[in-house]
């Protein structure tokens, strides 16, 4: 799809352009880790969703039912999301690898390196989020540069090419270490003033369009 057609989308469009995506990736082949997996996991959501939310790869209860962050880490993810009064529905949550790695291993550099340009840069080139919210280190790399820390950089925005980066930690290890959870709320909590931002600059890029033709004046 050219640049040009995806400046023109419009939901439908987005719509049926994600699912042509996912119909790829449910028989993708294209590294080992297909052969493992009960069901890819294309990732779900609004097609035209402001925040995007990219995880590290399926676990087994993803690989089970085919969604993304359906087990512990997403019934977290779910309600870290009510606190700013978003659900699941409102925004796009995704991985960065499809399918689900053998015993939750992590994804391997040559799996990312084929799984990425092939599925999520083109769910990312469609949606095209206004945040782009990473869940962990994994998804973190790929935007954020090659030294950077989570333990130091979860909660400061990178506003690059338009869109805002924001990096958090992944919730199964804020589950894991109790004492994250204080931060990761207060991360998610920050993430309103985000929102809030991108919201003044398409409401100041729709005052630049130009204005409505007068209505025609009825006679009766
Ligand atoms: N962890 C992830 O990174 N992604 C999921 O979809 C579930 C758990």
Known sequence: MSEQDQQTMNFEDRRAALEKIAGEIRVCEKCPLHSGRTKAVPGAGRADADIM????????????????????????????????????????????????????????????????????????????????ATLGRFSMALFFPKNARISKIHGEPLRQDGRIYYPLFHPAAVLRNPNLRPVMEEDFKRMLALIQEVEEVSDEGRDEQPPPPPKQLSLF
């Open 53 to 132: 939310f990219i995880g590290e790869a399926p676990g087994y209860h993803e690989d089970q039912q085919g969604l993304p962050f359906v087990g512990a880490s997403g019934k977290y993810l779910g309600e870290l999301l009510g606190k700013i009064n978003l659900s699941r529905a409102d925004v796009f949550i995704t991985n960065v690898v499809k399918c689900r790695p053998p015993g939750n291993r992590d994804p391997l550099p040559g799996e990312i390196d084929t799984c990425m340009p092939a599925y999520l840069q083109q769910q990312i080139d469609i949606v095209k989020p206004k945040i782009i």
